[in-house]
């Protein structure tokens, strides 16, 4: 620390967790100067030629990277590479580059620059954050193909660092991020990508602490100077005080030994101390998080959100590419059960395919509505997911169920897919279950009759508190009357489970409120058989429930349900558990994050 620029606190996204304490190392990406200059007529072909030579190496590089992250993190997630291949590979791309050089008489990397600026251009107009998450894919291909035509070296791979340091950058690449990670990146400070971009999920692949959104602009400090990045609280601190370094040293070794703490707790049974088993399981975006669900030992997946896998993209994945994913899971989970939910497409996630781009429309055109008015489009999602049943054990379930109408419809058209699998000689599972989730209250009115007909319901607590208290979820100016400890959310919650239990099928909790101990304690005493929540918390949860007795839960959640308001309930529950809770060293269960 020289003390040229003074100490600075910036909030970011936590993408990553964990915490990291090292030297800074600012990544300029070099700019290129893409002239044009035309070429003699004579000379057009070997300029062609000069190009697929460097599309040829570009993709030997890039092989060469997906076999290393092969080699260092597994197999799925080298696949982020594969779509940089496919880019290389696209003859209608290609193909209209090599036209524009023989016919306009362009240099190759001015034709090759100017095509991919226009797809780039096109990915940027088209949606918000998660198309723009891919564009940086495009990017990072269409650059390393222009500094192999370019630079004399035939193409530079970013620096090798030789001494560990907190990466700080505008964006990275998955690449560059690839290449930088011999070991030696502790941390990464990005002004762009959210949870979901591949940068992201490679960084949490490698347990490399992460945080994004931080502006570029805000790096007032010089190389080498001290950064920390904490990746749970979603903070860096540039040009650190001793203090700080010495109390984010101390939270460092924390988190270690926490981690460790929990991992003893991998194997053993989620079963309160008086006997009952509460199935505890994992709600998965994406499908390179298996090794996340295994290492937090959870019991399955309780919700796996499959409008992922459409995000981000102007066309639709293909039964196969649905298949593969779904499959994916399905294996590599057996025996342990994968509820696949079918598409939820609408409010924070638009797939503008289906023409559900409207972030101010979170009740109306979205989820199992847009499915049911696309049956085609539906039914080769229902067909993936049959496919997928024949190799593990699946659950399929429909979101956002408003009246019992909508789930015979969508088994209707699910038995639709299942003949056509039958008379093609597909195999799939002929027992898979069928669930519903209940996440709006005309649902919950109707549950008992809806429960008749279904093998499952999961109880969607987001949606369900959003349309109960009439506040859109992701609306930050009614933000303070979105009360997860409502009375009429609560009471809503036990009705479904009275139905569930009336008609003898299982249900269970799968949003955000499953993951805070102290609510995740009255749903267990109101009766909920299974609570989902992302990986990262299960641990937790499991060591809150051999901790607590069935009976001492339902004592409870009878007392909190007879108060009247949402902050009576929370006062209720801190009272009766925090000083547990705090025993427990649970750290969602103590107001700490
Ligand atoms: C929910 O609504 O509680 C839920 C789990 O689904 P999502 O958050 O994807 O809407
Ligand atoms: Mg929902």
């Given amino acids: 620390m020289d003390g040229s620029s003074p100490r600075k606190v910036l909030r970011g996204i936590p993408v990553s967790s964990?915490?990291?304490?090292?030297?800074?190392?600012l990544f300029h990406p070099q700019k290129r100067e893409i002239s044009r200059h035309p070429v003699a007529p004579e000379n057009v072909e070997q300029e062609v030629a000069r190009l697929k030579r460097a599309l040829e190496r570009a993709r030997?590089?890039?092989q060469g990277i997906r076999d290393r992250i092969a080699g260092a993190v597994g197999e799925y997630e080298a696949r982020i590479f594969d779509s940089h291949v496919l880019i290389l590979r696209d003859e209608e791309i290609m193909g209209t580059i090599y036209s524009d050089i023989r016919e306009n008489l362009n240099n190759a990397e001015y034709a090759f620059y100017r095509r991919m600026n226009q797809i780039s251009d096109r990915f940027d107009q088209a949606a918000g954050g998660f198309l723009k998450e891919h564009?940086?894919?495009?990017?990072?291909?269409?650059?390393?193909?222009?500094?192999?035509l370019t630079l004399s070296d035939g193409g530079k791979d970013a620096p090798e660092i030789h001494h560990p340091v907190v990466l700080l950058a505008r964006t990275v690449t998955p690449s560059e991020l690839a290449q930088f990670t011999t070991g030696n990146t502790l941390g990464i400070c990005l002004e762009t990508g959210g949870k979901t971009s591949h940068v992201a999920i490679l960084a949490r692949s490698l347990e490399i602490p992460a945080v994004s959104g931080i502006p570029w602009k805000e790096l007032s400090l010089e190389p080498g100077q001290m950064v920390i990045v904490d990746g749970n609280a979603g903070q860096v601190i540039l040009n650190p005080s001793l203090r700080d370094i010495k109390e984010h040293e101390g939270r460092r070794a924390a988190h270690w030994a926490h981690e460790q703490d929990l991992a003893g707790l991998r194997d053993i049974e989620p079963v309160t101390s008086d006997g009952k088993y509460i199935s505890l399981a994992a709600n998965v975006e994406l499908p390179l998080e298996v090794e996340s669900v295994l290492r937090h030992g959870a019991d399955g997946v309780g919700l796996y959100r499959s409008e992922f896998l459409f995000l981000g993209r102007e066309d639709m994945p293909s039964e196969e590419e649905q298949y593969q994913a779904y499959r994916h899971l399905a294996h590599h989970l057996a025996p342990r059960h994968v509820t696949i939910r079918t598409l939820d497409a609408g409010g924070d996630k638009p797939v503008p395919a289906l023409q559900v781009d409207d972030e101010r429309d979170p009740m109306g055109w979205r989820s199992i509505r847009v499915s049911l008015r696309n049956p085609a489009i539906f039914k080769v999602q229902l067909r993936a997911i049959l496919r997928a049943s024949a190799a593990g054990n699946v659950r399929l379930m429909f979101p956002m169920i408003s009246n019992l109408q909508e789930f015979r419809e969508a088994k209707r058209l699910t038995e639709q897919a299942r003949e056509e699998l039958r008379a093609q000689g597909l195999p799939f599972d002929e027992n898979l279950e069928i669930g519903c989730m209940i996440e709006v209250p005309s649902a919950v009115l109707m549950a008992k009759e809806i429960a008749r007909e279904a093998d499952f319901f999961s109880i969607g607590t987001n949606d369900l508190a959003q349309f109960t208290l009439a506040v859109d979820r992701s609306n930050e100016r009614v933000s303070d009357l979105y009360e997860p400890h409502s009375p009429a959310v609560l009471r809503q919650i036990q009705m479904v489970v009275e139905a569930a239990r009336s008609q003898g099928i299982p249900v269970g909790v799968?949003?955000?409120?499953?993951?805070?101990?102290?609510?995740?304690?009255?749903?267990?005493?109101?009766g909920v058989d299974e609570l989902s929540m992302s990986p990262g918390g299960l641990l937790e949860m499991k060591r809150m429930t051999r901790a607590i007795s069935y009976e001492d839960a339902r004592r409870s959640a009878r007392e909190a349900l007879r108060l009247g308001t949402a902050t009576e309930i929370h006062?209720?529950?801190?009272?009766?558990?925090?000083d547990l809770f705090v025993r427990l060293g649970l750290r969602r269960g103590t107001g700490a994050g």
Avoid: T
């Fill in 135 to 148: 564009l940086i894919d495009l990017r990072d291909v269409a650059s390393r193909v222009i500094d192999i």
């Fill in 571 to 578: 006062q209720w529950l801190e009272d009766k558990f925090r």
């Fill in 510 to 526: 799968c949003g955000e409120m499953a993951a805070d101990p102290y609510l995740a304690l009255l749903f267990i005493g109101m």
């Fill in 60 to 62: 030997k590089d890039i």
């Fill in 18 to 25: 964990g915490i990291a304490i090292g030297p800074a190392y």
